[in-house]
Nanobody, 124 residues
Framework: QAQLVESGGRLVQAGDSLRLSCTFS???????MAWFRQPIGLEREFVAV?????????DYADSAKGRFTISRDSAKSIVYLQMSDLKPADTAVYYC?????????????????WGKGTLVTVSE
């Protein structure tokens, strides 16, 4: 069974930058990859997605546009989420997800693989 393992979450201050990583033990080049987040007490929400075909297609939630960048390294089977100008509202557990259906991945429906999450806390 393939697994997703996130890393990089920690406590940062507002305005800081942070890069999250997610390693996939499955057939990385055949899966679209995405990041979701779940603030404490709220529902999980989509953040960003990148397609499997060279990672040339990306989409972002409005809250992430202009501040977050998703990328993938096929040689290392890692997907990254580079976050800048972090705000306290970005505090959440960040999850990595993988699926072969791009639209389903964005919708968070029927996802093939989920990671266990990494906590990002942004202080004032």
């Amino acid at each position: 069974q393939a697994q997703l393992v996130e890393s990089g979450g920690r406590l940062v201050q507002a305005g800081d930058s942070l890069r999250l990583s997610c390693t996939f033990s499955g057939e990385f080049n055949y899966y679209h990859m995405a990041w979701f987040r779940q603030p404490i007490g709220l529902e999980r929400e989509f953040v960003a997605v990148i397609n499997y075909n060279g990672g040339v297609v990306t989409d972002y939630a409005d809250s992430a546009k202009g501040r977050f960048t998703i990328s993938r390294d096929s040689a290392k089977s890692i997907v990254y989420l580079q976050m800048s100008d972090l705000k306290p509202a970005d505090t959440a557990v960040y999850y990595c997800a993988a699926d072969q259906n791009y639209d389903d991945l964005i919708a968070g429906v029927g996802i093939a693989y989920w990671g266990k999450g990494t906590l990002v806390t942004v202080s004032e």
